[in-house]
């Protein structure tokens, strides 16, 4: 096969290269003096990306920011420290940031992470203000175990603009629970531009299973990810219920369509057989077979496109979500869980990730998968990567590998351990 050719990249003009160092030298100093009024120590991977880009001179702008701790000097060799004496751990916060991005109207910037530094609900109303900027250019933002609490995690999400940059929120790993959920679910209803949600160990719990379930099927929404969370049967059923209701619509409408056609087929077989329609000439049978093999393609959907929205969902994780049958009475609620998702499994042609690992459903539940992915085969519709525990019959496990596509397996994350936020 030839070689595709590979662009050329196009040289800047020496006036952009200017504009853009101009712009970086601008936004670290903003940055520092910002830091300097919030008695905040700026971060030094803000500060190494911005001076690495100043180095190279090729004019290229900041594109991602990435927040963190400074971590604390360990101590020289042979130098005596005080136990009486607390050990002063530099602070780096969020609001400098945030700050100096709406000083400079960045738009630029299309990644925005923050690891392990604590917000508070001035750090969420600052942010907030910056995501409904008419300049923001934010697509992914990733907020980690900033210990965001249900109040400040409303302001946060509020009115965020309809059809915003922004494509993929990620807030693991805070604890926000059952109350920040809901907050959040009613403020992304209106939602039209967020594609991937990331709410992975975050105390959520069977409450929130339906209001997830509405953002599944009315905003833009096609990846959820809730590993690690406590959302039961009950909230893992009710999480795909309206879901699941749209796929039997479509499949309803599916079968009517061929019905149609093969009596529209039928109809006109009858006529020429009563020589009042003409037989097909061979360049019209060539066209109707030619019709048949070509398939559309599908354009992929990026970051930069605005998204359709509407019930098509791609990918389910809910690894570790205690849906299991280890409880006394529980195996009734368990079977009505997993026959819902079964049924997902045989007729979603949009389903293309379904994680269940880490959730015991027992041998009888197993075998209700097993079926359904034979039942998707039987319908010819493309394979879907699904996970589920080991704890079934070995049998049965080893046919759901065969019939499911790869997906890489995860390690159980333990209890977080307390450590030491930032404030």
């Keep these: 096969m030839p070689e595709k050719k590979k662009k050329k990249p196009t040289k800047k003009s020496t006036e952009v290269i200017e504009q853009n160092d101009k712009s970086l030298r601008r936004f670290l100093k ?18 190494r990306s911005v001076r690495s880009l ?25 130098e005596q420290t005080s136990i009486s004496e607390p050990i002063a751990i530099p602070e780096t916060h ?4 945030i700050r100096t991005l709406l000083a400079c109207a960045n738009n630029s910037v299309k990644d925005l992470c923050v690891w392990n530094i604590c917000m508070d609900l001035l750090d969420c109303i600052e942010l907030n203000n910056f995501l409904n900027q008419p300049t923001t250019g934010i697509q992914i933002l990733t907020l980690n175990d900033c210990l965001i609490q249900p109040h400040p995690l409303s302001r ?6 309809i059809y915003g940059t922004l494509r993929v929120l990620n807030l693991d790993y805070n604890e926000f629970g059952d109350e920040g ?30 209001p997830l ?9 096609t990846e959820i990810y809730l590993d690690g969370n406590q959302l039961g049967c009950q909230g893992a059923h009710n999480l795909i219920k309206p879901l699941l209701v749209e796929c039997e619509k479509a499949l309803s409408d599916k079968r009517d369509k061929i019905r149609m056609e093969e009596d529209f087929k039928a109809q006109q077989a009858a006529l020429r057989a009563q020589g009042l329609l003409p037989e097909p000439t061979e360049a019209e049978l060539a066209a109707e077979k030619k019709k048949k093999k070509k398939k559309k393609k599908k354009k992929k959907v990026t970051l930069e496109d605005i998204p359709p929205f ?10 570790d979500n205690e849906i299991d049958c280890l409880q006394s009475n529980t195996f009734p609620v368990v079977l009505e869980t997993i026959n819902a998702y079964a049924r997902l499994i045989e007729i979603s042609e949009d389903i293309e990730e379904l994680d269940l690992d880490e959730n015991v459903i027992g041998h009888v539940c197993g075998g209700i998968i097993l079926e359904a992915l034979k039942n998707r085969k039987e319908s010819k519709l493309k ?3 699904i996970n589920v525990s080991e704890k079934i019959d070995q049998f049965v496990f080893a046919d759901i590998l065969k019939l499911s596509a790869k997906m890489k397996k995860k390690k159980k994350r333990g209890k977080k351990k307390k450590v030491k936020h930032y404030y």
């Excluded at 969020?94 to 940031?97: E, L, Q, T």
């Excluded at 946060?156 to 603009?161: D, F, P, S, Y």
């Design 30 to 47: 903003l940055y520092n003096q910002y830091s300097a009024d919030h008695n905040s120590v700026p971060c030094t991977e803000v500060v």
């Design 54 to 78: 100043l180095e190279d001179a090729e004019g290229e702008v900041l594109k991602s920011l990435f927040l963190r701790p400074i971590p604390p000097k360990k101590p020289i060799d042979g």
């Design 94 to 97: 969020v609001r400098p940031i």
């Design 156 to 161: 946060l999400t509020m009115g965020i603009h």
């Design 181 to 210: 959920c809901l907050f959040l679910c009613s403020n992304l209803l209106e939602n039209r531009g967020i594609t991937r949600l990331s709410l992975t160990y975050c105390d959520i719990g069977p409450v929130c299973g339906t």
């Design 213 to 221: 379930g509405q953002l599944l099927v009315q905003t833009a929404i």
């Design 310 to 319: 509407g019930p098509t969902v791609h990918k389910i994780h809910l690894f």
């Design 383 to 385: 394979k879907i990567m």
